[in-house]
């Protein structure tokens, strides 16, 4: 895990326009389903809520880099195997409303339709997988949910054979994140180990309006507490949904045709970067997303290198926000398996992020472990210098949901 910043990346679905032909999607999209709204509007809220949790813990004063959308589908698969107060806790946990896990299934059904071929120009790619012990029998109905809703891979393993079994699965994870997730998984106990539910994100986008690397600089970084970097700042003039107000300055930019792009937050001058998270809810985010109108901006971006690991203070996470039934013994997975005696192990979560001048790439991967016992010049312009720490998101421009969501706190460019 880096020890330098904080970071959070969004990809929010959420339908604008930049004002150019070539942002404008080429086919129209059509309007999302109550129960799509809902789905997206839980996991948004979800990643709101994990995001400002494991801000207010002791990640603080680091680089934290997650994917909401990727925790919310490993735990969407294995929400389907949980039953009673387990169910309840988990569909709380998630914010799932009063939706029927049949409509939870459907949404993210479509949203993964959706996600994975709404914008030509940029590679987007979600995929599921689930690898249980193979000398265990598992209900078969579960396995089919995952397979018709979440196109998931289901694939027996002999958990006896560790080292294969890992090997096995963290293979899966480097193909579906292009290589730039490694080791997700660390150990498969051939004892007590019955399933890994996996969900594995990669993104790559060409930014609409690319950054030429001969106006890159090296150049100054403010750090909370006065203290200074060195980062490599890159330049742009061009046309963008821009607002600004006494508080912040935010700025979307787009990638490909438009249908995904980069939503930067920056607060003010003095502002204190924790509280502005603590303080951040789903209405004031909503808020923000319906002031931006086309400026022309003169702005200036950090190169990135971030990777991150959540595992032992997602778990905690997690059980704080109200899911800590589905952590021990009192856990009721017998959708899964019965007579169930099943519960999650730990959750873990990697993350990669590089930003530069031709665009963004990140990937992310979740595993829920299931365990059977405990173990200048001319016209003038806006200026937006984003040289001190700033939130941020990528966002795909039609639907609202939060794919990736950041705080940078220290630049890193390895």
């Known amino acids: 895990m880096k020890s330098k910043g904080i970071l959070f990346l969004f990809i929010v679905i959420l339908l604008s326009t930049f004002g150019c032909d070539t942002t404008e999607p080429t086919e129209p999209l059509r309007e999302l389903s109550s129960s799509e709204t809902k789905i997206v509007e839980s996991d948004n809220s979800f990643g709101l809520k994990l995001f400002k949790e494991i801000n207010a813990g002791e990640e603080k004063n680091l680089n934290v ?189 787009p990638y490909g045709i438009g249908n995904y792009s980069m939503t930067v937050i920056l607060p003010g001058y003095g502002k204190d970067m924790d509280q502005f998270i603590a303080e951040l809810t789903q209405e004031k985010w909503d808020e923000w997303m319906s002031r931006f109108s086309e400026d022309s901006v003169n702005l200036f971006l950090p190169k990135l290198k971030v990777e991150y690991k959540a595992d032992s203070v997602l778990k905690e996470v997690l059980k704080d926000m109200g899911m800590e039934i589905a952590f021990d013994g009192r856990a009721d997975f017998t959708q899964m398996h019965k007579p169930g005696g099943i519960w999650i192990g730990k959750v873990i979560h990697k993350t990669f992020l590089e930003v530069d001048e031709e665009g963004t790439e990140a990937a992310a991967a979740t595993v829920v472990e299931m365990i059977w016992e405990s173990t200048g010049g001319g016209e003038v312009f806006p200026v937006m210098r984003i040289n001190r720490p700033f939130l941020f998101a990528i966002r795909e421009n039609h639907s609202g949901t939060i794919l990736f969501i950041g705080k940078i706190i220290d630049p890193v460019w390895e």
Do not use: H
């Not at 265990?136 to 294969?164: K, M, P, T």
């Not at 539910?197 to 890159?216: H, M, P, R, S, V």
């Open 65 to 253: 880099f997650i994917s909401p959308l990727s925790i919310s589908m490993a735990l969407g698969m294995t929400y389907n195997g949980a039953a009673g107060s387990t169910e309840e806790a988990m569909r709380t946990t998630l914010e799932f409303g009063d939706l029927s896990m049949g409509e939870i299934n459907e949404s993210y059904k479509s949203l993964i339709g959706l996600l994975r071929g709404i914008d030509s120009e940029v590679e987007f790619s979600i995929a599921n997988s689930i690898w249980y012990r193979d000398d265990w029998i598992f209900e078969q109905d579960f396995f089919e949910r995952c397979r018709d809703y979440f196109d998931a891979r289901v694939s027996g393993l002999d958990f006896s054979q560790n080292e294969a079994a890992k090997d096995t699965m963290n293979n899966w994870v480097d193909e579906n994140t292009n290589g730039k997730i490694e080791e997700t998984v660390d150990y498969v106990n051939p004892i007590y180990d019955v399933m890994f539910l996996i969900n594995a994100i990669y993104f790559n986008g060409t930014w609409t309006y690319q950054f030429n690397e001969e106006d890159t600089k090296d150049t100054l970084f403010y750090l909370s507490g006065g203290s200074t970097e060195e980062c490599k700042m890159m330049e742009v003039k061009s046309k963008f949904k821009y607002f600004e107000d006494s508080l912040l300055q935010a700025i979307d930019i």
